[in-house]
């Protein structure tokens, strides 16, 4: 009776063990794809992000030497101001931002405004 209730505790203990190392072994292959996963996602995302970095950079580079070129000084530097007020810190209306677009461009368009002709 006591050998009987043995063996069947230690085929139990047995079996449980078993399936407790194939789910670990599982656990662990779902894991180690998951590392896998995130750093081939994360150095895709930074290889677009250095791409786009250096696009960027060269667009800049390239408008930046446009800009000290033609036109009247104040053209040149509305060139480089974003004055469509559309941008992250745009500027409410009746704000000074506001007033400092209007300003701008309305030198921008004025060939007499003082300091127009520059350098």
């Not at 789910?23 to 992000?49: H, L, M, V």
């Not at 009746?94 to 701008?104: A, H, I, N, P, Y």
Request: aromatic share 6%; no cysteine.
């Amino acid at each position: 009776m006591i050998r009987e209730w043995r063996e069947r505790r230690d085929a139990a203990n047995e079996k449980r063990a078993q399936q407790f190392a194939l789910q670990r072994e599982e656990t662990t292959k779902e894991a180690q794809q998951n590392i896998d996963d995130f750093y081939e996602n994360y150095n895709t995302k930074k290889e677009k992000g250095i791409a786009q970095t250096r696009k960027d950079a060269e667009q800049f580079v390239s408008s930046r030497e446009d800009t000290v070129s033609g036109g009247t000084s104040w053209e040149r530097i509305a060139k480089l101001v974003d004055t469509s007020g559309k941008g992250a810190k745009g500027g409410a209306a009746g704000s000074g931002k506001e007033r400092f677009r209007e300003m701008l461009v309305s030198l921008k368009k004025d060939e007499t405004a003082p300091g127009a002709q520059g350098i």
